[in-house]
């Protein structure tokens, strides 16, 4: 069936009338640069594409059946959103619309979902990059070079707005809404506003459920970040309270390992716990109401290095072998979970339970 959705989905893909030769595992990469030389690749996918010692290469494609992507030259950070979205079955299969109009990003993502599990080999995402090439530098109005150190939560917030383009269906697996209620000490008067997030934006903490904590605390607004009250017409203290007001079947959070010192982009290079088994979200589907809903960890994108200068790679959840898998561009390792919870984590991919 999956197959099936994917020829149909690419049944308008010039790309499609020659699948084998978008997919050669020993396509030129001199084709993705216009026949120049190949830029080197991220400065350090060489140490860490080495195997670690203590963990064994997944080579037993009969248990674990799982490709990775060839690095085209600092293409890390689209390998590794690939792979993260690669975890969501129901993301791929729906993203589909009847009235047409498919998208050639989601007719490539589509297609390079539908091979990790198929191939025993790197799979070549070069029609991904070009569509993503494609629409960036059309968006931006300036030519996207996709060989350069890019921000992977960027890129990905991209992608999934594509995808919500192509279908009303993907909307409703990936967006949340926040609910953020102002309130006045003075008068006690309230100001509410909802915003919908593809991407929910976490305080760093030593562990996820300190980050909620964190997220979900009143915050007092005060001195400089007193808030202007209409009925008092003035700037007034308030409390500040952000809630859920709706959730996705699909989370994704964002870490913010970066923040400004100065003129620099410094990095928190902290240790993260990640939550093993789920994670409770409370909705407040009315006033008064609120719901508990869980969500399980699927994958995470990983960031080490600078934020000009660094490596991503993925870890994601492989549920037919009930294993975590490091994939890391074309190299894919089975991990233990207790490596998920590291120093590196960037972006996370939950579902609902």
């Known amino acids: 069936?999956?197959?099936?959705?994917?020829?149909?989905?690419?049944?308008?893909?010039?790309?499609?009338?020659?699948?084998d030769n978008i997919f050669d595992d020993k396509v030129d990469q001199e084709i993705m640069n216009n026949g120049k030389k190949s830029p080197p690749k991220d400065i350090t996918s060489k140490t860490i594409n080495e195997q670690p010692k203590n963990q064994k290469s997944v080579k037993n494609r009969s248990k674990v059946n799982h490709a990775g992507f060839v690095n085209k030259g600092n293409t890390c950070y689209v390998n590794s959103i690939l792979q993260a979205l690669s975890t969501i079955p129901s993301f791929c299969c729906q993203e589909s619309s009847e009235s047409g109009g498919i998208s050639p990003l989601a007719s490539a993502l589509s297609l390079n979902l539908s091979l990790l599990k198929k191939r025993s080999m790197p799979i070549d995402p070069s029609n991904f990059l070009v569509a993503l090439q494609s629409i960036i530098s059309k968006n931006r109005g300036t030519n996207f070079n996709i060989n350069t150190q890019q921000d992977a939560q960027e890129i990905l917030e991209i992608v999934l707005e594509e995808i919500k383009g192509t279908s009303v269906i993907?909307?409703?697996?990936?967006?949340?809404?926040?609910?953020?209620?102002?309130?006045?000490k003075n008068c006690f008067s309230e100001s509410k506003t909802e915003t919908k997030y593809n991407i929910i934006q976490l305080p760093l903490s030593n562990s996820i459920q300190a980050s909620f904590q964190s997220f979900f605390s009143p915050e007092n607004l005060i001195g400089e970040n007193r808030w202007f009250c209409t009925l008092c017409d003035s700037l007034q203290e308030s409390f500040k309270v952000t809630e859920f007001s709706n959730c996705g079947s699909v989370i994704i959070f964002h870490l913010l390992r970066f923040f400004n010192f100065g003129a620099k982009l410094i990095k928190d290079n902290r240790k993260v716990s990640l939550f093993k088994d789920t994670l409770t979200i409370p909705v407040q589907v009315d006033q008064g109401v609120t719901?508990?809903?869980?969500?399980?960890?699927?994958?995470?994108?990983?960031?080490?290095?600078?934020?000009?200068?660094?490596?991503?790679?993925?870890?994601?959840?492989?549920?037919?072998?009930?294993?975590?898998?490091?994939?890391?561009?074309?190299?894919?390792?089975?991990?233990?979970?207790?490596?998920?919870?590291?120093?590196?984590?960037?972006?996370?991919?939950?579902s609902s339970c």
Request: charged share 15%; aromatic share 12%; net charge negative.
């Open 1 to 19: 069936m999956e197959s099936s959705f994917c020829i149909w989905l690419a049944r308008d893909s010039k790309t499609w009338s020659n699948p």
């Open 170 to 184: 993907a909307d409703n697996i990936i967006s949340s809404s926040l609910s953020t209620t102002i309130t006045c």
């Open 291 to 350: 719901i508990n809903r869980s969500f399980k960890l699927k994958a995470t994108i990983n960031h080490s290095g600078t934020f000009n200068a660094g490596h991503y790679w993925a870890f994601i959840k492989h549920e037919a072998a009930n294993s975590w898998l490091k994939c890391n561009d074309s190299s894919i390792l089975e991990v233990p979970f207790c490596d998920l919870s590291n120093d590196s984590s960037y972006i996370l991919v939950s």
